[in-house]
């Protein structure tokens, strides 16, 4: 069965895109840990980060640095942190958090509740950024 993410991919579910470039997608997480959460998913349905091909793995890096070089100028933060989890959806993907203090990417705290504006605008303006680079 098609996970969550592939449905995301190919538009069935809605979502927040941030890029999408022949084999990967990018999008905000749903219930974010901070405002620019992000996650960055190869468009091949792997469960586990590392059963993905070297190429796939490699490349997935590539776009995780850039996505998050924009996540960076987009909002005010230290430096953004990066994560692999994995619980919840069986589809390979990177979390990307803008953090100002360690506990920014703590995955049992609350995670904030923003409204559809408030995502449309975070995901605009990182996208603006990825344009500009
Ligand atoms: P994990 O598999 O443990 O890395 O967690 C999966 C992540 O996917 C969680 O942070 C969820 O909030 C996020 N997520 C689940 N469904 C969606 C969705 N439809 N759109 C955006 N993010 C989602």
């Not at 990417?105 to 609350?110: D, E, T, V």
Request: with cysteine.
């Amino acid at each position: 069965m098609a996970t969550i993410f592939s449905k995301i991919i190919r538009g069935e579910i809605p979502s927040y895109k941030i890029y999408e470039d022949e084999k990967y997608f990018a999008f905000l997480d749903i219930n974010p840990l901070a405002e620019g959460h992000t996650l960055v998913i190869p468009k091949d349905e792997t469960d586990y980060i590392f059963d993905l091909s070297d190429e796939i793995l490699s490349g997935l890096s590539v776009c995780v640095k850039r996505i998050a070089l924009a996540i960076e100028k987009t909002v005010p933060c230290k430096r953004v942190g990066i994560a692999v989890l994995g619980l919840e959806v069986p589809h390979a993907h990177v979390h990307l958090i803008p953090l100002k203090t360690e506990g920014d990417i703590n995955f049992s705290k609350p995670k904030l509740k923003l409204s559809q504006d408030e995502f449309r605008s975070i995901a605009a303006s990182i996208r603006k950024n990825l344009e500009l680079k």
